[in-house]
């Protein structure tokens, strides 16, 4: 890996993701404009405790469909499209690496959800006068070790998929119930077995899990590591797959 190849890479990837604006404000301004909704709908700003608890409840839920969105509704159609316009296999034959091609694809991805989740953070702080009670550590660390997961599996859909509308479908569908059943939006206490058993295979739960735990100003303890060790473990294998299966289909 050079830096010169890569920085031309992530330059023409953040190019390109700032030129489709529409795009770029679905994954950005919807998440943020549901936060304030719901917030207002049931009165989250009513009073200092509604606003604390809306606020501990579900800023990390929603951070975490903004990194569901980016991966498999951005990250892996966009793979896909780049490899059905041809585009991929003429870059195959300048001096970028696949090492190069996945890092600046999760540069850019990662860049979408940092901002959106400092959104949310401002949102929060305007909307309902919180603040984070943990410290920057327990917010940033889980939250990009989520992300190398998530946005990883992302990678792997653009890469198996050979079609970009192939691509987006398989992301909605791998949407719902990582959505239903990750402790998105419904605690998992409240679950029956069967459906913890299936929350446990999906990787968003661990996501979700570390998140929380960050925000609780627990994820550097002995709680977070059998989410940290999935996650990366999870992100590790769909790379490397997908590296196979680019190399495969670009031969």
Not at 130 to 159: E, R
């Amino acid at each position: 890996m050079t830096p010169r190849t890569f920085h031309a890479i992530l330059a023409l990837d953040m190019k390109n993701m700032f030129f489709d604006r529409m795009a770029t404000g679905f994954l950005l301004v919807i998440p943020l404009g549901l936060y304030v909704f719901f917030g207002a709908f049931f009165g989250a700003n009513a009073s200092a405790e509604s606003a604390a608890r809306y606020y501990d409840s579900n800023t990390v839920g929603v951070a975490a469909i903004t990194l569901l969105n980016v991966a498999f509704l951005n990250l892996g159609p966009t793979i896909a499209m780049a490899r059905d316009g041809g585009f991929l296999r003429r870059l195959m034959l300048t001096p970028l690496t696949f090492a190069e091609l996945w890092l600046s694809s999760l540069v850019r991805t990662v860049a979408i959800f940092a901002i959106s989740y400092a959104g949310l953070l401002a949102m929060g702080y305007l909307f309902l006068g919180q603040l984070p009670h943990a410290g920057p550590l327990q917010i940033v660390v889980p939250a990009l070790v989520g992300a190398f997961a998530m946005l990883s599996i992302g990678f792997l859909l653009g890469a198996v998929f050979d079609k970009p509308q192939m691509a987006f479908n398989g992301g909605m569908l791998l949407i719902q119930p990582m959505l239903l059943l990750s402790g998105v939006g419904f605690p998992r206490e409240s679950f029956p077995g069967w459906a913890l058993s299936i929350a446990d295979l999906l990787p968003l739960t661990y996501a979700v899990d570390a998140m929380r735990l960050g925000w609780e100003n627990r994820y550097f303890t002995s709680a977070g590591l059998v989410p940290t060790v999935v996650l990366l473990a999870v992100g590790a294998a769909s790379t490397l797959v997908a590296i196979r299966v680019f190399r495969r289909k670009l031969a």
